[in-house]
């Protein structure tokens, strides 16, 4: 079977919780002299003694500096992401090889590292206090778990961190496509159930062990989990055989190899910590978040249910942007809020229902297509049956157990991980690539 990769990595978000710690600091800057004495390579062009441009450099030489020096210092762009260039140091010991994604946060590169003779990921953080301290958040969190995750399978391995030209670098170990990123270069087609079962037990392990720490990811998404290798293989895909004559199409691809990590730990919470801020992505947010009762644990099982049903179907199960339309969406596949959730809800919530706790929709919808988009939703059941050849009975109990309304009934990760869905094909040895 054909074997290819897939470059890519995803983007992330960052939180703004504030840390104190102290940093080492590489490179700090010098006084800049006048920008005319730089002579200047971009993309092969000499430009002779003008002003440096403003662009992404790809020369691996600059001025004669040798090829471990550090690039000229040059300002940030105009969103406080670093401007940096192919073939160039991140300090003497990274050297870039290319870009690999951009986020809210700032740019991940890949980079070899010079000392360890070894590819790594790179996230450089924008040189803004907020992202700077959520980096900080984040490079605390990553030590914990890296204490505690004996052989590195459950969360991406930190390799190294630095503050570089006042951006927080954090080395990490470098890893295949996300899962969102897999699906989308795959056409959004579904994995097969076994894969998803697969899947669903490492991610609900991770949170698992997690939670054991006492920590909340509060941001779980198909963008912030990883597959560990970005081999995969063309397989038929029966489905549109029958349907399709585009050319391609008669084939889907599936990852080599089903192994995940988790990423993306800034917006991560210890227990004892505040938790009255809005958490989580919104496709992947929990009701209780929604209606401002507070969060906890719980709030990483609903998104895990909500992982599952789109690593089904292919699609987000609440594609939505607005706190009523996501309610009503929530209401339409898993039937009404319950009574004491809706009354013991935020005073910035009371908009969304009508007196006697009803949710206020169709009325309060915002557009003719808000309310096709509810109304076209199934119930849960019926969504899975639409992907799932077998298995179908076993994963409908288990997301009823994951997308319970109240958060002290859904299950927690560890009775997930003994529910049948998971523990009746034990015998198969789960993913058979």
């Not at 206090?129 to 930190?158: F, N, P, S």
């Amino acid at each position: 079977m054909e074997t290819q990769r897939i470059m890519e990595f995803p983007h992330k978000n960052m939180d703004k919780r504030p840390r104190k710690r102290p940093r080492l600091a590489w490179d700090m800057p010098p006084p800049l002299p006048p920008p005319e004495l730089f002579p200047a390579i971009y993309c092969g062009q000499d430009f002779g003694n003008g002003p440096i441009p403003n662009y992404t450099y790809t020369s691996m030489f600059y001025g004669g500096l040798p090829r471990n020096a550090s690039p000229p210092w040059r300002p940030d762009d105009k969103d406080g992401h670093y401007v940096f260039g192919i073939g160039e140091n991140l300090t003497p010991r990274y050297r870039i090889l290319s870009k690999m994604g951009e986020g809210t946060f700032g740019q991940v590169l890949e980079c070899i590292d010079n000392e360890k003779k070894e590819v790594v990921a790179i996230k450089i953080v924008r040189s803004i206090h907020k992202y700077r301290e959520a980096a900080m958040i984040e490079i605390d969190v990553l030590q914990r778990l890296g204490r505690h995750d004996i052989g590195g399978t459950r969360c991406v391995q930190i390799r190294n961190w630095f503050d570089y030209r006042n951006h927080i670098c954090i080395v990490f170990e470098k890893l295949g496509p996300s899962l969102y990123d897999f699906l989308r270069k795959n056409s959004y087609r579904s994995f097969p159930i076994d894969l998803v079962r697969e899947l669903g037990r490492q991610l609900l392990e991770s949170v698992a062990f997690m939670h054991d720490l006492r920590l909340i990811h509060t941001d779980l998404k198909p963008e912030n989990i990883l597959l560990v290798s970005s081999d995969y293989i063309k397989v038929p895909d029966y489905k549109f055989l029958s349907r399709s004559t585009k050319e391609g199409s008669y084939f889907k691809n599936l990852p080599k190899s089903s192994a995940i990590k988790l990423i993306d730990f800034g917006s991560t919470t210890f227990e004892h910590q505040d938790h009255s801020y809005v958490v989580s992505t919104r496709h992947y947010r929990a009701p209780e978040v929604i209606l401002g009762l507070g969060w906890n644990y719980p709030c990483d099982i609903w998104s895990v249910g909500c992982i599952l049903v789109e690593l089904c179907s292919g699609e987000a199960l609440f594609q939505t942007h607005e706190n009523l339309e996501h309610l009503a969406m929530m209401e339409r596949v898993l039937g009404p809020l319950p009574q004491h959730m809706v009354l013991r809800a935020d005073r910035r919530a009371d908009k969304y229902f009508r007196r006697g706790a009803r949710l206020d929709w169709p009325d309060g919808a915002t557009s003719r297509e808000s309310m096709r988009a509810v109304c076209k939703l199934p119930r849960l059941p019926n969504l899975i049956m639409q992907h799932v050849d077998h298995s179908a009975g076993d994963l409908i109990e288990l997301l009823q157990g994951l997308l319970r309304y109240e958060p002290a009934e859904r299950l927690k990760a560890r009775e997930a991980l003994r529910h049948p869905f998971f523990t009746r094909d034990m015998r198969r040895g789960g993913y058979p690539l």
